[in-house]
């Protein structure tokens, strides 16, 4: 334990000693000798060709130790190649000698040079042991002494700080870390249903207006104008501005036409179809009203490309508040232009679009929509309320919709909507749409990490 410079409590001394081991090839020329001695011990009195002892163990390195010392001599005319003789009578091995001193303790006695070539070798290793040499400090005390970690006035007014210990303080230590904001439920799975779609190649379109027609809203939509969704039990209608100041007139004549007379193989409603009702402004109520500006926009362009759009956007509805309702919400919706597209593809893009999300148990059941046929209301079990909760609505477009805008016959386009609350609340196991929206939503069961994660 250590404290401030004036509260030793423990003094520690770090001390180094050197000592010299032998490696694993010094174990074995300690027990068999070194090369050069056993190389020259192999030869015989009549010599040995230099293939053969080159074939030997450790030859190679004791042959040159072996000449280096003359030990041994090198006829290279002999017959039948070079052969090796010995040069003297008998040998000494001192490597073996200097590791077998080192092995007793008496490494110290060897000199310099010796204990170098040992090291170059590889026969010889140096070891550096390190220790601590512990003493009782200036502070030592067998009773513990609670220090002070603050100056208070009391301690001021009667000076008894003076012979109190306090606590050193560490600059380097971390603070708490500062209270900081979560991204909130809804605006995590918008980012991760915007970061899909773009997986996905979809386009975004541009959602900004809140007030909206109630021809691009439901008339250019072949809703009808005595449907009960445009009646003002469900629908917010503004007082000022009360009416559009400008509808494309050539294609409004066209919708008005398929609305009272029919058209493009279609009946229509048969009734008195008023520019006046198209002209109300309103809330709008989903965002499939841009949705028809983008389809109507890509009509006028001439040349038919192929095309994926969304949007994530604020939509308003005239409902009472329940567990799975609000007044204003949030809708999703992606659409889907090109050849050939059938309800097929509209079930296996919205399979591919919720697992995604992560949400895997899907149902799919047939509806009726007024500007799609065939339709589609799109259900995910919650968890929380163990049943099955519908997330969205889908369908392929009516030709009612696209031929009026100068689409070609041959394109089909599949969309689907669905609320961004909804996901939020199953993905998230959250029961109450109250609780989503209001400050009530627990933040420990919402988020994986509780700690400042904004990216999470």
């Not at 070194?34 to 030997?56: I, N």
């Not at 007030?211 to 000022?240: C, G, K």
Request: charged share 25%; glycine share 8%; aromatic share 10%.
């Amino acid at each position: 334990m250590f404290s401030g410079e004036h509260f030793r409590v423990i003094e520690a001394e770090t001390r180094a000693t050197t000592r010299w081991e032998l490696s694993a090839e010094g174990e074995e020329v300690l027990r068999d000798g070194s090369p050069e001695v056993r190389l020259f011990r192999s030869v015989p009195s009549e010599g040995l060709p230099q293939s053969d002892a080159m074939k030997l163990p450790g030859a190679q390195v004791g042959f040159s130790k072996a000449m280096a010392n003359k030990w041994l001599r090198l006829d290279k005319g002999a017959p039948g190649g070079p052969r090796i003789f010995r040069a003297v009578d008998a040998v000494q091995d001192v490597v073996q000698s200097s590791l077998r001193q080192v092995q007793e303790g008496n490494g110290s006695s060897l000199s310099e040079r010796e204990r170098t070539d040992l090291k170059r070798r590889k026969l010889l290793l140096e070891v550096t042991l390190k220790s601590y040499w512990i003493r009782k400090g200036s502070a030592f005390s067998t009773a513990v002494v609670r220090q002070e970690t603050d100056l208070t006035p009391e301690m001021i007014a009667t000076g008894s700080w003076r012979k109190l210990p306090f606590k050193a303080y560490n600059f380097s230590a971390l603070g708490l870390p500062p209270t900081c904001g979560h991204l909130h439920p809804l605006l995590k799975v918008r980012s991760q249903l915007r970061q899909i779609f773009l997986e996905m190649g979809f386009t975004e379109m541009p959602t900004d207006n809140f007030v909206e027609s109630s021809f691009w809203n439901f008339d250019a939509l072949f809703q009808p104008q005595q449907h009960p969704a445009r009646d003002q039990h469900d629908t917010f209608f503004l007082q000022d501005p009360a009416e559009a100041p400008e509808l494309p007139a050539n294609y409004m004549a066209r919708v008005k036409k398929v609305h009272s007379q029919g058209g493009y193989g279609s009946q229509g409603y048969k009734y008195e179809w008023k520019v006046e009702e198209a002209r109300k402004n309103l809330l709008r109520t989903h965002t499939t009203s841009a949705s028809a500006r983008a389809l109507y926009h890509l009509a006028r362009q001439g040349k038919f490309t192929p095309v994926k759009y969304f949007s994530i956007d604020r939509v308003f509805r005239n409902e009472s508040l329940d567990a799975t309702h609000l007044a204003e919400f949030h809708q999703v919706e992606g659409v889907v232009a090109d050849r050939g597209l059938t309800l097929g593809h509209l079930m296996g893009t919205l399979q591919q679009f919720f697992t995604k999300l992560g949400i895997s148990k899907l149902r799919f059941k047939p509806a009726y929509n007024p500007y799609t046929e065939p339709s589609m209301e799109v259900f995910s079990y919650h968890e929380g309320l163990k049943k099955w909760v519908e997330v969205g609505n889908s369908g392929v477009f009516r030709p009612e919709l696209l031929l009026p805008m100068g689409l070609p016959e041959s394109v089909s386009v599949i969309a689907w909507g669905l609320s961004l609350e909804r996901p939020t609340m199953i993905k998230y196991g959250i029961n109450n749409i109250r609780e989503l929206v209001g400050h009530r939503v627990n933040l420990q069961m919402i988020y994986d990490n509780p700690l400042c994660r904004l990216d999470a």
